[in-house]
């Protein structure tokens, strides 16, 4: 059984920083350093936005409105990919989602909050 189980997020005021994990298991993580992992966000009534990606060279890809402030990263090892996110802004308040990329496999979420 493939889990992506997310970890991490939180209330946090403006400014603030807050690291995210994501773990995960399963049969087809047996080689987890093959695959291109990603971190999407989602607020109420919105689309799934991609927040940033990271391919098995560690190539990274971020989106505009993160770029410069959210770091994506991967410990093959652990099989855990992690997104550190500073000067945090209220409009990146959401649930945001782990993701084998262009896969149907996704984490239950973990909500931030960015609010004084």
């Known amino acids: 059984q493939v889990q992506l189980v997310e970890s991490g997020g939180g209330l946090v005021q403006p400014g603030g920083s807050l690291r995210l994990s994501c773990a995960t298991s399963g049969s087809i993580f047996s080689s987890f350093s093959r695959y291109t992992m990603a971190w999407y966000r989602q607020t109420p009534g919105k689309q799934r936005e991609l927040v940033a990606t990271?391919?098995?060279?560690?190539?990274?890809y971020y989106s505009d409105s993160v770029k410069g402030r959210f770091t994506i990263s991967r410990d093959n090892a652990r099989r855990t990919v992690n997104l550190q996110m500073n000067s945090l802004k209220s409009e990146d308040t959401a649930v945001y989602y782990c993701?084998?990329?262009?896969?149907?496999?996704w984490g239950q979420g973990t909500q931030v909050t960015v609010s004084s």
């Open positions: 993701n084998v990329w262009r896969s149907d496999y």
């Open positions: 990271i391919t098995d060279g560690r190539s990274t």
